[in-house]
């Protein structure tokens, strides 16, 4: 901006109007939003804005300055996080934009004419190191993968398999210690590299991202042009930018032809901005001109320059480093598991500590005592919950991507379904990051102004196409906008074919002419509003509504343009001093031969006519059409709109011949009196499904709190298109009721807060204690409707850091280098995998692949659901646990036959378990899911609660399920329940091998009884000879223990058991002998007790379908859910049928009467019992905020 002081205005506008005209055949835009801003004239608002911006200078300065002198006093710590916040600001001291062309020369130790020699390059190298951003240190894959091998579940099992292995060699003639010690290591592996190489898997995705480097560059070396990586650029380089490419480093331009760039991906603002070699700013060096930065595009016009900086030196570099230095924290979903496991593993190293000390109690030898405490360790520890959390969220995380949202991070699925907040960019993300036509006014009336292309022929238009005031309009607006559409190839493209390995140049040429030919094809193919563009947002907005009313190429040809006095045509571009662009053309009328047609801003445009086109005649601009016009222009920058003004005069043929030289310089024809046509909105709208899911987040208790760089007025408007404003905000009812911001406070819940409220606040808590900083900001967090405008990264992140403090969990989007400090800083950051830059995306934890944001409502469902999930997967995890634990207990106090061996627990944690957890993930979600609050953050996955239900609750009619199966088959092999009661302190005489049970017997067949009482009698009540009966092992399986358990009463050799009936007749395939009265039973037992807790499972899941809906509204559409039924169905069947498994299992071949059916009545008890709490939760809901009973005591 020209004017420097309070000069008289006119003198102003035309001092600037000479110094800064120049001959771009492209007008460059301004990065403010003056225009809308229609309440003052020109003049006055560039002061305003000089002066604004000098005071925000001020208060930085001042802050910075405070900081220093504080942080002087303050411990090492803090010290850190000033070197840490300042990185991103550092830019701001730099002075390569400001000092002469001959100092930058010297410093960098180069020639702006022929470049670097070849004899510095390596020193320089040295000195500055590869042109690249340093990436975050990834741990090497052996790291990776030993990480997971010893997380708190793997090291017990590790331990565990420890203590098998050293009973193995202390008893080696019982394998079975082998076994399991073999199973549990291979638990260990199975579950940690599914862990490994679903994360690497992440890892590999995201490497199709790395794009941010252009892959080479022109530079002048040794004075000669050549094409080199870009990664090889160093500061001192001369490099020529070429359109459409992406700056390669950090840049002070040289020279610059009508040059023009895009700096969103680094400010957030999407306007193309002009590039020359004049410094413009000297303190801003983000604002001057003469600056282009690594990782922003070049859209318009060739340049060249030297390179300042390179790598992490650069702007994006130095924001990148802010980036990396933010503290990453954890996942809500880790610290939840991380929590779960050290609980669990307390509880199982407790119990089986316990159950240890009471086996020696009771004196069982200490290698039986160190099985059992590992059984009861792994029957609490569920080892496949682990795997199957990874593979829930790998499951969730390929359905999100088939969605468009890519998990960097598998535990950000659930931590997004947490969310309680989110902190969104504007531009790109809320809306669609091109301008549109929004309303048009001319012949006194406003009309929306519709593409004809996108509503089709039969939609009802408010503008009439043929009325003779919107031609002229029509006319004007095309032929004084430069924008074209783009049918050149895709740069992606010619990148890919150019970067292809194994090609020849021949090959490759080729490639390109066919990619050519196809491309053109497509491209015809495309609608106005999918073809790619060159020109600034604005024009291709026009020329896209324009398109499909008559083909914008015609109606440039229509209209030849007239030359100069230099043989040049007859334009003037657009710049910010002058606030309009004019075009001269040849028009052949009755009185004129051209016609001078200009654009601009309306109050500049409107300051030009003095009268306007009405329905095709001409009025003069009287007060009444004067007010007219504020009120519309007035209205269109109250909504946020970017308003342009068209006016047109006819050059008189009695004062301009055909052969007139015109002079833009100095304005030899008429420039003012001309004749108003018409106004044209534009804005950036909202994307279609934004206001939609934004109204989404709020039915399910999320803030949407818009963070943008935009001006407050432009940043309301769209905040209230997108339904995160619906009322007046704090700031309209300021101005409306003319009362101070304190006294309007309280009278609304939408407030728009500028970013230098945030500087002066960061100002005013210097020196204050911690816990009383950001007391100002809890207050506006505090509003349900809320906007920050013209922030900053640093003051983004304040506000990302106030919500977190509040107790939010807070998810933040944006595709900027910008937004990347604050999406680091969020508990789940989510980039824009199209616009967005790569540091973005490298900060996020999500992407968006579609630029969507209402995909993020999709993913907070998902991540609701998948917490859901976690719990019900943790519940049926928990509730087999109990099954399983109660054998051991059964063992050591009741002395029962152990009921289940821990190499079947393991078979169920690992083995039918695993399925049927991992089949959870694809349930739907209950009804409620997205009209339920936000879970407190407080809130844990496993609490008091959920541990009462899967233990005290479906835990125990679980065990029913296996003891009753138990209890059954024992009974149908001659061993009534009552008998098996302290059957294990029982002791008997073996018989010989050959010996046969006969009850008529005095020694019941049993031929060492014989020997040891020849006459049949004898005395006490034991027997010689008596030996503890092996029950878990087949190493006493041969023998009738009718002839084994036998004591000595009143003289004579009697049964010490109270034998029942044999109802079934089967012979085991291990030992090949009957099942009754064997211990074999046993081994049957065992298995039938392990179908018994598969079928109580089956059940189980079915009672954890819905949380509180019920499993009728589930039905049975989950295939996967069969399929693991199934699975389960095999491992049971091959478990029980295939003999290798026998042996090394313990089981044996049962009848489908013991196939689960037993315990069936109990499974069907659950089910029904479930269902009834969950009626009982929805009929007695409370009505208060207070929970009921139900939701107190049977909610898990």
């Not at 771009?24 to 560039?46: D, H």
Request: aromatic share 10%; glycine share 6%.
């Amino acid at each position: 901006m020209c004017s420097k002081n309070r000069m008289d205005l006119k003198q102003s506008v035309r001092k600037c109007y000479l110094n800064q005209f120049n001959r771009m055949n492209q007008k460059p835009q301004s990065r403010s939003a003056s225009a809308i801003i229609t309440a003052f004239t020109q003049q006055y608002q560039e002061i305003q804005l000089l002066d604004a911006q000098r005071e925000f200078d001020d208060m930085t300065k001042e802050m910075m300055q405070r900081r220093k002198r504080l942080l002087k006093q303050n411990e090492k710590g803090v010290q850190n996080e000033k070197v840490d916040t300042s990185k991103a600001e550092k830019f701001k001291n730099m002075d390569e934009h400001s000092i002469p062309l001959t100092e930058l020369e010297q410093r960098l130790e180069t020639s702006l004419i022929n470049g670097l020699s070849s004899d510095q390059l390596d020193e320089k190298l040295k000195q500055y190191g590869k042109n690249t951003l340093t990436q975050k240190e990834k741990s090497p894959w052996y790291i990776q993968l030993l990480h997971e091998l010893t997380n708190v579940f793997a090291l017990l099992l590790w331990a565990a398999s420890g203590l098998c292995f050293l009973a193995y060699g202390l008893t080696p003639e019982d394998p079975s210690n082998l076994y399991l010690g073999i199973v549990l290591i291979a638990c260990i592996l199975i579950t940690a590299l599914m862990t490994y190489f679903q994360n690497r898997k992440s890892e590999a995705i995201m490497q199709g991202f790395v794009n941010f480097i252009p892959p080479e560059t022109i530079v002048i070396r040794d004075g000669k042009q050549q094409k080199l990586p870009a990664v090889d650029l160093v500061p001192g380089d001369i490099v020529i930018i070429e359109s459409g490419k992406k700056i390669p480093a950090d840049i002070r331009i040289i020279e610059s032809n009508q040059m023009k760039v895009d700096n969103s991906s680094l400010t957030g603002e999407s306007l193309l901005l002009i590039r020359s070699p004049e410094c413009t700013h000297v303190e801003n060096p983000l604002e001057t001109k003469n600056l282009v930065f690594f990782g922003t595009l070049c859209k318009e016009g060739t340049g060249k320059g030297v390179v300042i900086f390179t790598g992490d030196k650069t702007v994006i570099g130095q924001i990148a480093g802010l980036v990396q230095s933010s503290m990453v924290e954890e996942t809500p979903l880790k610290k939840e598991l991380d929590a779960f496991t050290i609980y669990i593993a307390c509880i199982a190293l407790s119990i089986g500590i316990l159950f240890f000390v009471l086996g020696f109690a009771v004196g069982y030898p200490a290698i039986q005592n160190l099985i059992f405490a590992v059984g009861i360790i792994s029957a609490n520890v569920p080892e496949g919950l682990l795997a199957t959390v990874v593979v829930a969220l790998s499951i969730t995380a390929k359905k999100l991507a088939g969605l468009k949202v890519l998990v960097k991070n598998l535990e950000g699925v659930e931590t997004l379904g947490s969310t309680s907040c989110i902190c969104s960019d504007k531009t790109g993300t809320l809306t669609q990051n091109k301008m549109t036509v929004e309303n048009i006014w001319y012949n006194g009336k406003k009309m929306r102004g519709h593409n004809k292309e996108k509503m089709g022929p039969y939609f009802n238009y408010q503008y009439d196409v043929q009325d003779p005031t919107f031609r002229l309009l029509h006319e004007t607006a095309v032929i004084c906008s430069e924008a074209v559409f783009d049918d050149s190839l895709p740069q992606n493209i010619t990148i890919k074919i150019n970067n292809s390995i194994g090609l020849s140049q021949a090959q490759k040429d080729q490639k390109l002419e066919e990619a050519k030919a196809q491309w053109n094809k497509d491209f015809k193919k495309l609608s106005c509003q999918e073809k790619p563009t060159i020109g600034d947002a604005s024009e291709t907005a026009l020329i896209k509504f324009f398109q499909p009313i008559e083909d914008i190429l015609q109606t440039r040809a229509n209209k030849n343009i007239a030359k100069d006095k230099n043989q040049q045509i007859a334009r003037k571009p657009f710049n910010s001093t002058n606030k309009f662009a004019c075009i001269i053309i040849e028009d052949e009328q009755e009185d004129s031969h051209f016609t001078l047609l200009t654009k601009g801003a309306p109050e500049r445009i409107w300051s030009l006519c003095d009268s306007i086109y009405c329905n095709g005649k001409v009025e003069i601009i009287d007060e009444k059409w004067s007010q007219e016009f504020d009120e519309i222009n007035g209205k269109f920058g109250r909504q946020g709109e970017r308003v342009l003004g068209f006016s047109r005069i006819p050059l008189p043929k009695s004062q301009f011949s055909k052969h007139y030289k015109f002079d833009l310089d100095n304005f030899n024809f008429p420039f003012k009196q001309q004749t108003f046509v018409g106004l044209i909105s534009l804005i950036d709208p909202p994307k279609d499904s934004v206001p939609n899911a934004v109204q989404k987040c709020k039915s399910a208790g999320i803030q949407v709190i818009m963070v943008t760089g935009d001006q407050p007025v432009t940043a309301a408007a769209i905040a209230r298109q997108c339904n995160i404003i619906t009322e007046k905000t704090v700031n309209e009812i300021m101005e409306e009721k003319n009362i101070t911001f304190e006294e309007a406070f309280h009278q609304s819940n939408a407030l728009v807060i500028h970013g230098d409220r945030l500087t002066k606040m960061a100002i005013d808590d210097e020196g204050l204690p911690e816990d009383e900083k950001g007391r100002q900001l809890q207050e506006w967090l505090n509003k349900p409707q809320l906007v920050f405008a013209r922030t900053s990264p640093a003051q983004k992140l304040i506000i990302v850091s106030g919500c977190q403090k509040r107790g939010h969990i807070v998810a933040v989007t944006g595709d900027g280098v910008n937004d990347s400090p604050a999406i680091k800083k969020a508990d789940i950051g989510i980039a824009m995998g199209i616009t967005g830059s790569d540091v973005a995306k490298d900060a996020a934890d999500m992407i968006l692949l579609n630029d969507d944001f209402s995909s993020i409502v999709v993913g907070i469902q998902e991540g609701r659901r998948i917490f859901d999930n976690f719990k019900k997967v943790i519940v049926y995890s928990l509730t087999s646990n109990i099954a399983e634990l109660v054998p051991f207990l059964g063992f050591i106090v009741f002395r029962l036959p152990l009921p289940l061996t821990t190499v079947l627990v393991l078979c169920i944690q690992v083995g039918t378990d695993i399925f049927p957890s991992m089949v959870f993930v694809f349930e739907e979600a209950d009804l409620d899911v997205m009209t339920r609050r936000p879970r407190n953050k407080n809130e844990h996955l496993v609490g008091g609660q959920l541990i009462t239900f899967a233990y005290a609750q479906n835990g125990v009619l679980e065990t029913f399920c296996g003891f009753f199966q138990w209890y059954i088959s024992f009974n149908d092999f001659g061993f009534t329940p009552s008998s098996l009661y302290f059957l294990l302190n029982k002791q008997g005489v073996l018989p010989k091998y050959h010996d046969i049970y006969n009850p008529k017997d005095p020694w019941f067949g049993n031929s060492n009884l014989r020997e040891s009482y020849p006459d049949g009698t004898c005395e006490g009540s034991d027997l010689t000879g008596q030996e503890d009966i092996d029950w878990i092992y087949p190493k006493h399986g041969a023998h009738d223990l009718r002839m084994v358990l036998l004591k000595c009463e009143n003289g004579k050799i009697v049964s010490n058991m109270e034998w029942g009936d044999c109802n079934i007749d089967l012979i085991s395939p291990v030992t090949q002998r009957p099942y009754c009265y064997h211990t074999e039973a046993s081994s049957y037992s065992q298995t039938s007790f392990f179908f018994g807790v598969v079928l109580g499972q089956i059940c189980n899941y079915q009672a954890l379908r819905q949380l509180k809906g019920s499993v009728i509204y589930n039905g049975f559409d989950n295939v996967f859910m069969y399929l693991a039924y199934f699975i389960e169905f095999l491992i049971t069947w091959s478990l029980s049928y295939i003999e290798i498994f026998n042996t090394g299992f313990g089981t044996r071949d049962i009848l489908f009467i013991h196939y689960g059916i037993c315990g069936l009545p109990f499974g069907i008890v659950m089910i029904l019992w479930n269902e009834g709490r969950k009626v009982c939760i929805r009929i007695f809901k409370s009505k208060t905020a207070f929970p009921s009973w139900w939701d107190r005591c049977v909610v898990y």
